[in-house]
């Protein structure tokens, strides 16, 4: 394999691997109820795996306009950029803090002691994760940036060449996060999963397009 075939096997092993061992790990995301109550250890090995995860999959946006020069380009960059910076912030305090919080109230013999203090970082109107917050800020913001980055790599696909159905996939799933209010069941996973397909279908169609024509 020469180094062109080398690059873009690897492009195509990123832009749809990383979204889609995210949307894999989002299925097993606890839903929160009592914080109490939930399955800790579950709760923090899917939360140390967002940690990289997250960055990953907003990479993977990213190498769908890798050499595409446009404005939509740039903002997709840009977008995702600050997505990941974003959700890191929010995943490591909503969901890594409250998860060892959590552990740590429950060794200790007295665990309702440790509830203000386990939701006075669940219930942060910043780093929050509760549905008690009305707009936790840094979810939100990276919800909103996840979408913008999409839709503007939607663009930028569509103007060099990619047809309807993938990019309109792309742009759709960014929203599945926003509508369901979660990046747990069914949120997260149809978000990632969708962009994974959306980005394999985006390959196969380029490649369709460089393959020789006899």
């Known amino acids: 394999m020469n180094l062109a075939g080398f690059r873009r096997a690897s492009d195509l092993a ?8 995210l949307a894999f790990v989002e299925l097993f995301h606890p839903h929160a109820g009592d914080l109490l109550q939930f399955d800790v250890p579950r709760w923090l090995w899917v939360h140390y795996a967002q940690i990289l995860l997250f960055p990953l999959a907003a990479l993977a946006v990213t190498r769908l ?12 960059r840009a977008a995702m950029f600050l997505f990941a910076a974003s ?39 910043i780093v929050g994760g509760s549905s008690q917050v009305a707009a936790p800020f840094l979810a939100i913001a990276g919800s909103v940036l996840l979408s913008i980055g999409a839709i503007s790599a939607a663009v930028s696909l ?34 990632f999963g969708g ?14 397009l460089m393959a020789p024509h006899v």
């Open 195 to 208: 962009i994974a397909i959306a980005a394999a279908w985006i390959y196969y169609e380029r490649s369709r």
């Open 87 to 125: 959700y890191i912030a929010f995943d490591t305090a909503a969901g890594v803090v409250t998860g060892i919080l959590v552990d740590a109230a429950r060794a200790s013999g007295s665990p309702e002691s440790w509830r203000a203090p386990i939701e006075a970082v669940w219930t942060h109107p």
């Open 65 to 76: 306009v890798r050499g595409h020069a446009d404005v939509a380009a740039r903002l997709c």
């Open 14 to 21: 990123l832009a749809v691997g990383a979204p889609l061992v």
């Open 158 to 191: 569509k103007r060099n060449g990619n047809s309807w159905p993938p990019v309109t996939l792309l742009a759709a799933a960014s929203f599945g996060i926003a509508i369901f209010h979660s990046h747990a069941w069914p949120g997260g996973p149809v978000t």
